[in-house]
């Protein structure tokens, strides 16, 4: 059965991508102001002590432009996730950034890997795929929103810029696509909208008969069939039967 998750606006759609970019850009003024070393805690491939990288290397950049580069995508790209896919948002957040983490480790050339780049990616990739493989106007329209914004970074997971972790942007298109295709099912729906006057009708009105349950706009009606009030066969029978009593005498044989 598919689970059908409702497209609905609260406080943590935009609290949550803002105290994850937020907690980034602390982790940053703590690497500049007083612990400069954490910036090797990235990942470093085929090393065992790499491995810890995969969990710490989205909160480390190398220098300021490389942290905002990263921080108005992953905040756009987060809210967007939370918006539209509540239900299954901090799972694509927090297994992307292993997964891809682990792709990066495995494929990765010997190096520091660091920034919330891949990350990025995952989300980039996981967005645009899962509204093609939903089929649902919003959901597809959102994916072309991300490729209209983003496409170009399609470039970058290949090894054309000297410096960049193009294997962490791969690993992220990987697991954004893997992501897709693992939570299919959960697609997203609007939220309908019922008006608190306890007298209202939705149907009564013939603007908003024009759409149906998923938001769609439909141009011409089909007539409705007027509807015709029966009484109940056990009403009309009650109007009609008579009470019938009949007495009988019996003589006394006493008297």
Do not use: C
């Not at 090393?47 to 905002?68: K, N, V």
């Not at 962490?168 to 992501?179: A, D, E, P, Q, V």
């Not at 998923?214 to 009403?235: Q, V, W």
């Amino acid at each position: 059965m598919e689970q059908q998750a409702q497209f609905r606006y609260s406080t943590s759609v935009i609290l949550y991508p803002l105290i994850f970019v937020l907690s980034i850009w602390m982790v940053f003024w703590l690497q500049v102001r007083f612990f400069p070393s954490i910036k090797h805690m990235g990942i470093r491939p085929q090393e065992w002590q790499g491995l810890f990288g995969i969990f710490t290397s989205p909160f480390i950049h190398a220098d300021i432009e490389h942290l905002f580069h990263n921080s108005l995508p992953l905040f756009i790209l987060s809210v967007a996730l939370f918006y539209f896919y509540r239900n299954i948002s901090w799972k694509v957040l927090v297994y992307g950034i292993l997964l891809s983490g682990l792709i990066t480790w495995l494929i990765g050339r010997p190096s520091n890997h660091i920034g919330a780049s891949g990350l990025v990616y995952v989300l980039v990739s996981f967005i645009f795929f899962k509204g093609i493989f939903a089929r649902y106007f919003r959901l597809v329209a959102l994916s072309l929103v991300i490729i209209f914004l983003y496409g170009s970074l399609i470039w970058y997971v290949f090894p054309v810029k000297e410096g960049m972790s193009w294997e962490g942007h791969l690993g992220g298109l990987i697991t954004g696509l893997l992501f897709a295709l693992i939570f299919r099912k959960s697609v997203a729906k609007p939220e309908r909208y019922v008006w608190q006057e306890p007298d209202y009708i939705e149907d009564d009105d013939p603007f908003l008969r024009h759409f149906d349950a998923d938001g769609n706009f439909i141009e011409n009606l089909e007539p409705e069939k007027p509807e015709i009030e029966i009484e109940s066969e056990a009403k009309i029978e009650e109007t009609q039967i008579s009470l019938k009593v009949n007495y009988i005498f019996k003589e006394n044989p006493d008297r």
